[in-house]
C-alpha cells in the first residue's frame, strides 16, 4: 500500500554534508511519526533522529546538533540532513515511517530499503 524510497547517500569526507530523502508513495492520507535509523557492520539498528505529526523532534546524543531530521507533507517525504559527518557515522540509513492510509481508521508502518552513508577520514 505504501512505499518509501530512500536517496542521497553516498561516499563523504569526514567535515561533509549529505541529506538524506525519504519519499512515500501510496494511498496516503497523511503522515504520523517518522525517523531515520542506521545500522553499522556489527552493530544493533539504532534510532538517529525522529519526528512526530506535531513536528516535534528527537535526535541521537552523537547527532545533535550535527543532523536535522524534515518533512514536506506536501511532497511527502521527509529529509535528514546531515553536517560535519564523521568516520564513525558510516551506516546503512534507513527511514522509518508510519502513515494514515485514505481508508478511514487504517494505517501503515514499514521502513525503507536503506541507504548507505560512508564518511572516509
Known amino acids: 500500500q505504501v512505499q518509501l524510497v530512500e536517496s542521497g547517500g553516498g561516499l563523504v569526507q569526514a567535515g561533509g554534508s549529505l541529506r538524506l530523502s525519504c519519499a512515500a508513495s501510496?494511498?496516503?492520507?497523511?503522515?504520523?511519526?517518522m525517523g531515520w535509523y542506521r545500522q553499522a557492520p556489527g552493530k544493533e539498528r539504532e534510532l538517529v533522529a525522529a519526528?512526530?505529526?506535531?513536528?516535534?523532534?528527537n535526535y541521537a546524543d552523537s547527532v545533535k546538533g550535527r543532523f536535522t531530521i524534515s518533512r514536506d507533507n506536501a511532497k511527502n517525504t521527509f529529509y535528514l540532513q546531515m553536517n560535519s559527518l564523521k568516520p564513525e557515522d558510516t551506516a546503512v540509513y534507513y527511514c522509518?515511517?508510519?502513515?494514515?492510509?485514505?481508508?478511514?481508521?487504517?494505517?501503515?508502518w514499514g521502513w525503507g530499503q536503506g541507504t548507505q552513508v560512508t564518511v572516509s577520514s
Open positions: 522509518n515511517a508510519e502513515v494514515a492510509l485514505t481508508t478511514p481508521e487504517s494505517t501503515w
Open positions: 501510496g494511498s496516503i492520507f497523511s503522515f504520523n511519526d
Open positions: 519526528i512526530t505529526k506535531g513536528g516535534s523532534t
